[in-house]
Nanobody, 129 residues
Framework: QVQLMESGGGSVQAGGSLRLSCQASGDISSGYGDYCMAWFRQAPGKEREGVAGIDWNGKTGYAHSVKGRFTVSKDNAKNTLYLQMNSLKPEDTAMYYC????????????????????WGQGTQVTVSS
């Protein structure tokens, strides 16, 4: 069984920065490098959307809305995924979720709909103007 635990959320003013972390444990630990890891977010009343991800080859991808402001990275030795968020905007306010999947990888419906995708409980990010 795979467990994902997000941390690092909080409240900041517009223009500020936060760094999110996602610690993986359980069955994922032996093959963390073989997983697609991604960050999704969901604001109240909106659908969950992909933010940034990194595949098993280390290739990264970003949503257009965060490109140039957010950086995704992972430390395979620590089984940890990170999301550095700079120049935060009020529209970045959402619950941020970590996702993992060993077979498919994208920032959209494939990860969202795959029964193999594992999800964390989320960490809240609130950006005030």
């Amino acid at each position: 069984q795979v467990q994902l635990m997000e941390s690092g959320g909080g409240s900041v003013q517009a223009g500020g920065s936060l760094r999110l972390s996602c610690q993986a444990s359980g069955d994922i630990s032996s093959g963390y490098g073989d997983y697609c890891m991604a960050w999704f977010r969901q604001a109240p009343g909106k659908e969950r959307e992909g933010v940034a991800g990194i595949d098993w080859n280390g290739k990264t991808g970003y949503a257009h809305s965060v490109k140039g402001r957010f950086t995704v990275s992972k430390d395979n030795a620590k089984n940890t995924l990170y999301l550095q968020m700079n120049s935060l905007k009020p529209e970045d306010t959402a619950m941020y979720y970590c996702a993992a999947n060993s077979l498919v990888c994208d920032l959209g419906t494939i990860l969202l709909s795959s029964p193999l995708t594992k999800w964390g409980q989320g960490t809240q990010v609130t950006v005030s103007s």
